[in-house]
C-alpha cells in the first residue's frame, strides 16, 4: 500500500491565462460539494508560491518572470525529492505546467540512477524555449527543460545574456542534466504544437499517440503499449494537464482545444496506468476556475483525482 502526499503547488506565473492559481482550491471546493472527506486522508505540503510577480514588470519577454519560476523550482523539487527519500509518493496539483519541470528534477534528485519515462498527457507538447517561444510563457517550456534542449536550429529570438542564464540554472536543476531521454517521453492527445516543437519531435523520433489512437485501440491497450514501449525505465511519471481534455469540457482551463479526450477516457487511461508498480508520481495541473462554468473542470479534475489515488491505494 503506498504513502501518499499531496503537495500543492498554487503557483501560476508560467500561464499567459490568470487564474491556475485558485485551481486547487476549487479542486477542494468540488471533494466538498460530492461529501468526500479526501483532502483529510493524506499528509500534505503547501508550497508558497510567487503569485506577486504577477504584478511586477516583466523582465525578459522570451522566459517571463523567470526570477520566481527559479524560485519554485528550487521549492518544488526539494519538496517532492524529501518525499520520494521519505517513501511518499507524492501526488501534486499545481497551478501552470511549467512546475512539472521541478517535479521532474525533484524525482530525479531523489533518484539520480534512475532512468525515468515521462507520460505527458495534454494537448499541448511545452517543448519550447527562450529561442523559440510564440509567448514568453514558461508553461510551454518543461519538457525542453528537462531534456536539455535550447533548439538553436529554429531560434525565433536572440535571448539576452540574463535569460540564457537563468534558462540554463533551469535546465541544470539538481546537477542533472538532461533529466529525461527524449525517446522515454511519451504524449497522449497532444494536437496543437507549432513547428519549432514538431522539429524536436521528429528529431528525436519522441512518441505521441493521438485521441484518435486511443479511440481506436481503447485506453486498455494504449496503456500495455505505452508501458511496453517505456519497459526499459525503472520509474514512471505522469503529468496530466487537464487541457488533454476536449474543450466541449475543459472549458476550465486557459489553453482548451477541440479533439481531445472524453473525461472517461482519461478516467481508464490514468486509473490503468496506476495499476503499474514503475510509477513514482502523479500531477494534474492548468485547472482555472475564473474560465469555467459551475466548477465543471475542478469536479472531473477531483474525479479522475479520487480514482486514481484509491487504484495507488490498493496496488
Same mark, same amino acid.
Given at each position: 500500500?503506498?504513502?501518499?502526499?499531496?503537495?500543492?503547488?498554487?503557483?501560476?506565473?508560467?500561464?499567459?491565462?490568470?487564474?491556475?492559481?485558485?485551481?486547487?482550491?476549487?479542486?477542494?471546493?468540488?471533494?466538498? *460539494?460530492? =461529501?468526500?472527506?479526501?483532502?483529510?486522508?493524506?499528509?500534505?505540503?503547501?508550497?508558497?508560491?510567487?503569485?506577486?510577480?504577477?504584478?511586477?514588470?516583466?523582465?525578459?519577454?522570451?522566459?517571463?518572470?523567470?526570477?520566481?519560476?527559479?524560485?519554485?523550482?528550487?521549492?518544488?523539487?526539494?519538496? $517532492?525529492? *524529501?518525499?520520494?527519500?521519505?517513501?511518499?509518493f507524492p501526488v501534486i496539483l499545481s497551478?501552470?505546467?511549467?512546475?512539472?519541470?521541478?517535479?521532474?528534477?525533484?524525482?530525479?534528485?531523489?533518484k539520480p540512477k534512475s532512468k525515468l519515462?515521462?507520460?505527458? =498527457?495534454?494537448?499541448?507538447?511545452?517543448?519550447?524555449?527562450?529561442?523559440?517561444?510564440?509567448?514568453?510563457?514558461?508553461?510551454?517550456?518543461?519538457?525542453?527543460?528537462?531534456?536539455?534542449?535550447?533548439?538553436?536550429?529554429?531560434?525565433?529570438?536572440?535571448?539576452?545574456?540574463?535569460?540564457?542564464?537563468?534558462?540554463?540554472?533551469?535546465?541544470?536543476?539538481?546537477?542533472?542534466?538532461?533529466?529525461?531521454?527524449? #525517446?522515454?517521453? $511519451?504524449?497522449?492527445?497532444?494536437? *496543437?504544437? #507549432?513547428?519549432?516543437?514538431?522539429?524536436?519531435?521528429?528529431?528525436?523520433? =519522441?512518441?505521441?499517440?493521438?485521441?484518435?489512437?486511443?479511440?481506436?485501440?481503447?485506453?486498455?491497450?494504449?496503456?500495455?503499449?505505452?508501458?511496453?514501449?517505456?519497459?526499459?525505465?525503472?520509474?514512471?511519471?505522469?503529468?496530466?494537464?487537464? *487541457?488533454?481534455?476536449?474543450?466541449?469540457?475543459?472549458?476550465?482551463?486557459?489553453?482548451? $482545444?477541440?479533439?481531445?479526450?472524453?473525461?472517461?477516457? $482519461? #478516467?481508464?487511461?490514468?486509473?490503468?496506468? =496506476? %495499476?503499474?508498480?514503475?510509477?513514482?508520481?502523479?500531477?494534474?495541473? #492548468?485547472?482555472?476556475?475564473?474560465?469555467?462554468?459551475?466548477?465543471?473542470?475542478?469536479?472531473?479534475?477531483?474525479?479522475?483525482? %479520487?480514482?486514481?489515488?484509491?487504484?495507488?491505494?490498493?496496488?
Amino acid at each position: 500500500m503506498k504513502n501518499i502526499k499531496l503537495i500543492e503547488v498554487p503557483s501560476e506565473i508560467g500561464a499567459g491565462t490568470r487564474g491556475a492559481s485558485l485551481g486547487i482550491e476549487a479542486i477542494k471546493i468540488a471533494a466538498l *460539494d460530492f =461529501m468526500s472527506n479526501f483532502f483529510i486522508h493524506f499528509p500534505s505540503e503547501k508550497i508558497p508560491s510567487e503569485n506577486k510577480l504577477l504584478f511586477e514588470p516583466i523582465e525578459s519577454p522570451y522566459a517571463k518572470r523567470m526570477k520566481g519560476i527559479i524560485a519554485m523550482y528550487d521549492k518544488v523539487s526539494k519538496a $517532492v525529492s *524529501d518525499s520520494l527519500r521519505n517513501n511518499f509518493f507524492p501526488v501534486i496539483l499545481s497551478g501552470d505546467h511549467s512546475n512539472a519541470g521541478a517535479t521532474i528534477a525533484g524525482i530525479k534528485m531523489a533518484k539520480p540512477k534512475s532512468k525515468l519515462g515521462i507520460i505527458w =498527457m495534454d494537448a499541448h507538447a511545452d517543448l519550447h524555449t527562450p529561442y523559440t517561444t510564440p509567448s514568453g510563457n514558461v508553461h510551454g517550456m518543461p519538457v525542453a527543460a528537462v531534456i536539455n534542449e535550447d533548439n538553436e536550429e529554429c531560434a525565433v529570438h536572440q535571448p539576452d545574456e540574463e535569460t540564457v542564464k537563468q534558462w540554463n540554472y533551469l535546465k541544470n536543476i539538481g546537477k542533472i542534466s538532461p533529466k529525461v531521454s527524449p #525517446e522515454d517521453i $511519451v504524449f497522449i492527445s497532444l494536437r *496543437d504544437y #507549432e513547428k519549432e516543437e514538431k522539429h524536436l519531435i521528429e528529431k528525436y523520433g =519522441m512518441k505521441v499517440i493521438t485521441t484518435n489512437e486511443v479511440r481506436r485501440k481503447g485506453p486498455e491497450n494504449v496503456v500495455r503499449s505505452v508501458i511496453r514501449y517505456l519497459s526499459e525505465c525503472t520509474d514512471i511519471y505522469i503529468s496530466f494537464d487537464v *487541457d488533454c481534455l476536449d474543450s466541449s469540457i475543459s472549458r476550465g482551463t486557459g489553453t482548451p $482545444v477541440s479533439n481531445g479526450l472524453k473525461e472517461r477516457e $482519461v #478516467e481508464d487511461l490514468i486509473s490503468k496506468f =496506476m %495499476q503499474n508498480r514503475k510509477i513514482c508520481c502523479f500531477e494534474i495541473t #492548468e485547472v482555472n476556475p475564473t474560465l469555467d462554468k459551475e466548477n465543471l473542470m475542478s469536479e472531473i479534475a477531483f474525479n479522475i483525482l %479520487q480514482r486514481s489515488v484509491n487504484i495507488l491505494m490498493m496496488n
